[in-house]
């Protein structure tokens, strides 16, 4: 099979199963996903061993956009940085969309298999928030940042929470502008972010 087609089978695989996972956690079958795709289950499993490995493609994909995007030089000020930080944390979720990764995380509630694979793809967001938060205090964007691990849990828990008040009919812009203006409130700006002090 040529690259270009095993890749729209992928694509056509998770977007297949994500719902399903949704509404059934980790109780679906390759059978089930296959027939949703439209492919044959052989074609499906030769793809991907079992559907958990499906859910981890879906995960990744969206992390490697994230990681390109937080390796980019960034200039402007602390919100300019924290719009970018938001903006990763979206890429992170882009194979889902922000409803479907709502509804996934609600489910993990009740399936611990789910739970764990929800967890485990947390912690690399998680490590690459912390790597873009310290190459914001090594740049002299913010100042140090105390008790990274909670600070970073809280910025990845707010932008949870932002996200659910797209469910209640806010439009992205206006999530990402009070998100943004919330994380920013945690941080002290860096020499590089104040404005110059004029002397009379």
Known sequence: MPPAKK????SQLISAA???FAE??????????AAQAGADVSVARER?????DILHEAYRRGQSDM??????????TLEEHMGVLFDGMMLSIKSFGPQMYLEMVYQATKDTV????????????NFAVKAFLMDMVGRSIIEGVEGVEKVNQELVATFVEHLAQLLEGK?????KRAWVKQASAMFT???KTMPPVMFE
């Open 189 to 191: 700006p860096g020499a």
């Open 24 to 33: 059934k956690g980790m109780m679906v079958t390759m059978e089930e996903i």
């Open 67 to 76: 990681e390109r995007l937080f390796r980019k030089t960034i200039t402007g």
């Open 171 to 175: 439009k992205l812009p206006a999530v």
């Open 18 to 20: 994500l719902p399903l």
């Open 114 to 125: 789910l739970m764990e694979v929800v967890k485990r793809q947390s912690g690399k967001v």
């Open 48 to 52: 991907f061993e079992d559907p958990v």
């Open 7 to 10: 890749k729209d089978l992928d």
